[in-house]
């Protein structure tokens, strides 16, 4: 009987091509729509937790600012964007390095500015680092070498991929002089290009210098945005979290201007962030699927009174209520379905074009391509009932007298 349901509404459905493609769309943008925004916000939700990960658990993240959730600011500042007064100073960062259990701590002070060769000039992050940079972020070398030595009076930089391709192009930089905020650095080495989203300190777009020369370039003051802090047993690291904090409160006279992360933290609240920003963006997706799920109510409510006639027909030689309601239950459910599965299709297609011309990496897992193809089914349920109880219910009489 299913079977049979499923050839009328297929026989029914290709009598009306236009209208049926027109009302596939609804459902077709819809599922599209959520799908590929699910596998985005995952995608970029498991992106930034492997490069939390790749920089170990053994690291505590120290950033200026106290924020009502623990660890925004510190997201903040990672990412670059953050507008936070600096409040940490290098006599935090030396009380920090005496903390038993802490292997090692390196700040970081970002400053405004330019970067110029010749004529090309760009806006980008000028970083100001200590010789253990590399180290703590996990971050390579592509080319050269890394500040070392002593680092007064030492006008070097280190120039991001990105940064050495917008300014050299294809040439090697190295040796080349440029000049930062109006003062000539020399280029001595270039980094990795980083694939993703850069959540840590390996950035594609900055020119690392020396501490004290981004101290001179910041009237000689030094005001770090984030400090990084190793330890020796990350199995401790609510024990140290705690001793940096009362350090750190008694150089800031019990005002507590700073927040304190750990990776495990940073994880929880980055994935807390992602999964409130994926299923935000997927109700107002979802807005188009309900569209659509009104379009397939108001197409199937015109189908039964185009068909009224026949209602009565298969009425008068013995079908039952049951029948008629399943006939165009499963037409609807035929509709929302023929279009979930396409949506789904198209959402891969786009994934991959997305995977593939970006650094963003989609993840389309199975249960989401189930959710895909249940609230296709359960569109199909709401939306196709009401004109299903419709169709069934009108008198054999009536209908066949229907002109």
């Known amino acids: 009987m299913i079977i049979e349901h499923i050839k009328l509404a297929r026989n029914s459905l290709r009598s009306n091509r236009i209208r049926t493609i027109l009302t596939l769309l609804g459902i077709i943008i819809g599922v599209t729509s959520v799908t590929t925004i699910i596998g985005l916000g995952q995608g970029v939700k498991n992106q930034v937790n492997q490069q939390i990960g790749d920089l170990g658990s053994d690291l505590i993240t120290v950033a200026p600012g106290r924020d009502q959730e623990a660890g925004l600011s510190t997201i903040g500042n990672i990412l670059g964007n953050s507008s936070t007064i600096a409040t940490l100073s290098q006599n935090d960062l030396k009380s920090i390095k005496q903390i038993s259990n802490v292997a090692d701590a390196g700040g970081l002070m970002q400053l405004d500015g330019s970067i110029s060769h010749h004529s090309n000039k760009l806006n980008t992050r000028i970083i100001a680092v200590e010789q253990n940079y590399l180290s703590m972020t996990k971050q390579k070398l592509e080319v050269g070498q890394f ?33 930062i905020r109006g003062t000539d650095f020399i280029v001595i080495g270039v980094l990795n290009s980083v694939k993703g989203f850069n959540f840590g300190r390996p950035i594609n777009d900055m020119a690392l210098i020396p501490l004290p020369a981004g101290q001179k370039l910041n009237q000689d003051v030094v005001s770090f945005q984030q400090i990084t802090v190793s330890m020796n047993d990350s199995n401790k690291s609510e024990q140290t979290a705690r001793d940096i904090k009362l350090s750190l409160l008694k150089n800031h006279s019990g005002e507590e201007d700073f927040t304190i992360t750990t990776q495990d933290q940073l994880v929880n609240t980055t994935s807390d962030l992602f999964k409130a920003l994926t299923t935000f963006t997927a109700a107002v997706a979802s807005i188009s699927l309900l569209v659509g799920g009104i379009g397939v109510m108001n197409i199937m409510f015109v189908t039964v009174t185009e068909r009224t006639k026949e209602i009565g027909i298969r009425k008068a030689v013995g079908a039952t209520k049951t029948q008629i309601l399943m006939q165009f239950l499963t037409e609807a459910l035929v509709i929302t379905l023929t279009g979930g599965l396409i949506g789904i299709v198209l959402s891969f297609i786009i994934s ?25 089914v359960v569109v199909g349920v709401i939306f196709g009932t009401w004109p299903a109880i419709h169709a069934a219910r009108k008198e054999p009489t009536e209908a066949l007298r229907y002109e």
């Open 147 to 179: 500040f070392g030595g002593d680092l007064k009076n030492n006008n070097t930089t280190v120039l991001s991929s990105n940064v050495s391709k917008q300014l050299f192009g294809d040439q090697d930089p190295i040796g080349s002089s440029v000049q």
């Open 352 to 376: 991959y074009i997305i995977r593939s011309q970006t650094s963003i990496q989609p993840s389309l897992d199975p249960l989401v391509i189930l959710l895909a193809v249940g609230v296709s």
